[in-house]
Every structure is written in structure tokens, then in C-alpha cells.
């Protein structure tokens, strides 16, 4: 099972590979580190949790939504082909 759970500025993301899904969330801080807003996703693909799930959430900041899409390939989510 591949976990994520990291942070970048203010989105932290905590994901799950459960068999045939991605589950997790994704949420938004303040500068002091406290949670703002949260938002729960279960995907089937990597590319559904970031076209789904972290661009919409980042306001569509494809740096942030990229950056993420590596460091979760970085930790063994993968696309499937």
C-alpha cells in the first residue's frame, strides 16, 4: 500500500493507495498552520486526484497541482496504462 503525507506551503496532503483507489485528503492552511478548509477525495487513478481533486482545490495552480502529482509518484502512486 502506497501512503502519502506531506506538505507544501499551505496544502497538506494525506492519501492512500486502497487496492483499486486513491483515498485521502487534501487540506488548505492559514500562516500560522491552522486548517482552514478540508476536502475528502476517493479516486480511482492518480491523474483523477490531481485533475479532480488538487488543481480545483489549489484554484487551478497547475505549479502546486504538478508539484504534488511528483511527490505522490515519488512515494508509489502510480497511473495505470
Excluded at 493507495?17 to 475528502?40: C, K, M, P, W, Y
Amino acid at each position: 500500500m502506497n501512503t502519502i503525507n506531506t506538505s507544501m506551503g499551505r496544502y497538506c496532503i494525506k492519501a492512500d493507495n486502497v487496492g483499486d483507489h486513491i483515498q485521502g485528503s487534501i487540506a488548505i492552511n492559514d500562516e500560522g498552520g491552522t486548517q482552514l478548509t478540508r476536502q475528502e477525495f476517493s479516486e480511482y487513478d492518480l491523474d483523477d486526484v490531481i485533475n479532480n481533486v488538487i488543481f480545483p482545490v489549489t484554484g487551478g495552480n497547475s505549479l502546486i497541482a504538478n508539484a504534488i502529482r511528483e511527490k505522490m509518484i515519488d512515494a508509489g502512486f502510480t497511473q495505470p496504462h
